[in-house]
């Protein structure tokens, strides 16, 4: 199985930007369709955006759609959330996820291995 460690989450006020990394290791993600999710307290997990696996479709939940900018370096073995124009409700801790399934998938079950996550807190 293919480890994932995500970093770059904080606090930043609305309408900041972060830049949230997904370092994986033990496997190689050029064979993994990758994922963000989310999961606000209170909240079922929800998807954010998803890449296939040479990056070249991208995949956006509407609620970010313009704002945020999934990427990734195979060589470098890591995916990108770029996160522009936060908002409050933005806040959450942000999942990365990896699928040998489906690319593009916005259901928790296509995806095979999740991080730990990391916490997201925009201030208004």
């Known amino acids: 199985q293919v480890q994932l460690v995500e970093s770059g989450g904080g606090l930043v006020q609305a309408g900041g930007s972060l830049r949230l990394s997904c370092a994986a290791s033990?496997?190689?993600?050029?064979?993994?369709?990758m994922g963000w999710f989310r999961q606000a307290p209170g909240k079922e997990r929800e998807f954010v955006a998803a890449?296939?696996?040479?990056?070249?479709?991208?995949y956006y939940a509407d609620s970010v759609k313009g704002r945020f900018t999934i990427s990734r370096d195979n060589a470098k073995n890591t995916v990108y959330l770029q996160m522009n124009s936060l908002k409050p409700e933005d806040t959450a801790v942000y999942y990365c996820?990896?699928?040998?399934?489906?690319?593009?998938?916005?259901?928790?079950?296509?995806?095979?291995?999740w991080g730990q996550g990391t916490q997201v807190t925009v201030s208004s």
């Open positions: 033990g496997r190689t993600i050029r064979n993994y369709a």
């Open positions: 996820a990896a699928s040998t399934v489906v690319a593009g998938s916005r259901g928790d079950p296509d995806y095979d291995n």
């Open positions: 890449i296939s696996w040479s990056g070249g479709s991208t």
